[in-house]
């Protein structure tokens, strides 16, 4: 026997790894997730039963070209199918644009703090990460984004709205950063949260995608759709760009429930769309409680909130879990707590209003 190991990648030494939003304590008190930001709702019953009818046939491959989901898809948004590509998750579609543009010696730039998948994709295709601190308002910083700009970038992440934040930049600002960025660099508008926006100055991206080749909208099922089990998300991009995105993909990596489920919900889209605005009033409802009570909340546009309580995360995060709401606490920076079902935001209330008499 050999005494020494497989050679890895040296890329992937100190790669930070992936904290999933941890679960609510099986058994314990009552106890929510609002840890990774999904949907509170159960599955609808005809979007359960596309799943369930699916299933029956999981012995065979899916359909690999994803056709009615990408049917469904291009009649939509109105785009031609050879725009579209799916993944496992947006996430999964996020590592594929950086593999089809980056790698060693390449720059992919996002703000920071975003999300935290972006780290750990750059870093495994070997391309180096530009992080630009987000503004003092929490905010992305688009004009240091396009100063951070060199002849080695070759994508620029703006998540919009931005995980953790909530916020999100708005038409003109994006506009004039979309006109700094050289033609050839590929600007990835990530728009997980985008049903949940009710700024109307908050572009659609797919807006900017249909005048500017250089910029692709990725967008998932997994939050306002509620598929977040299921691994479903999609880019919408120019020619050359999803063709890449074809390219690249893991090979039957959309499982045929998924796919199912991603087209009833699409077909259901009107009472999903309820659910979420029911979601945006508990929002609103969460973040003037907060504001009440004296907490500094940056705008959010998404299905969360964030708290920048510095030293006192760890702390603020395990007081959440002692009264039975699990948060996502970022130590030392804050927690991002998601919208939950009405109960979970009111024990969440409880506790910021114990905590801010505390301070
Ligand atoms: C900004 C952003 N993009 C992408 C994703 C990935 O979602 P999924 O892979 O479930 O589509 C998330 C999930 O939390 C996210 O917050």
């Known amino acids: 026997m050999s005494e020494t190991s497989p050679k890895l990648r040296a890329e992937l030494e100190g790669i930070p790894t992936y904290k999933p939003g941890k679960p609510a304590a099986a058994g314990g008190p009552v106890a929510y997730k609002l840890s990774s930001n999904e949907n509170p709702y159960p599955p609808l019953p005809g979007v359960l039963e596309s799943v369930t009818g699916a299933a029956a046939s999981f012995n065979r491959y899916p359909d690999m070209a994803c056709t009615g989901l990408m049917n469904e898809l291009s009649d939509r948004f109105g785009v031609p199918l050879t725009h579209l590509a799916t993944g496992t998750g947006s996430v999964g579609v996020a ?3 950086i593999q ?6 390449d720059e992919v730039i996002y703000a920071w ?3 935290e998948a972006y780290p750990i994709i750059t870093q495994i295709s070997g391309a180096t990460s530009v992080q630009v601190p987000l503004t003092s308002g929490e905010v992305h910083d688009l004009d240091a984004m396009a100063a951070a700009i060199t002849d080695r970038t070759r994508l620029i992440f703006v998540c919009n709205p931005n995980n953790p934040t909530g916020t999100a930049v708005r038409r003109a600002e994006l506009e004039r950063f979309l006109d700094r960025v050289p033609s050839d660099v590929l600007v990835v508008l990530d728009e997980a949260y985008r049903e949940f926006v009710r700024d109307v ?3 659609d991206g797919v807006e900017f995608y249909r005048e500017r080749p250089n910029v692709c909208v990725l967008r998932t099922f997994s939050k306002a759709y509620g598929l977040a089990g299921l691994r479903v998300g999609f880019a919408i ?4 760009v999803a063709a890449a995105l074809r390219k690249t993909a893991v090979p039957f990596g959309v499982s045929q429930l998924a796919q199912e489920a991603a087209v009833a919900s699409l077909r259901a889209e009107d009472e999903l769309l309820g659910r979420v605005g029911s979601l945006v009033c508990e929002r609103n409802r969460v973040v003037e409680s907060l504001r009440g009570q004296g907490w500094t909340v940056p705008d959010t546009q998404a299905n969360f909130v964030w708290l920048r309580l510095g030293e006192r995360t760890v ?6 879990e002692g009264a039975g709401v699990v948060v996502r606490p970022f130590p030392g920076e804050g927690v ?6 009405d ?3 009111d024990i969440f209330l409880k506790v910021t209003e114990k905590f801010h008499k505390e301070l």
Do not use: K, M, Y
Not at 237 to 240: D, I, S
Not at 336 to 341: A, D, K, M, P, S
């Open 237 to 240: 991009a120019h020619e050359p």
């Open 201 to 203: 100055e908050v572009p």
């Open 343 to 345: 109960e979970a935001n």
């Open 315 to 320: 702390d603020f995060a395990a007081a959440c």
């Open 100 to 105: 089809s543009t980056a790698g060693p010696g």
């Open 95 to 97: 590592q594929q644009l």
């Open 113 to 115: 703090r975003s999300f």
């Open 336 to 341: 991002r707590v998601t919208i939950g079902e």
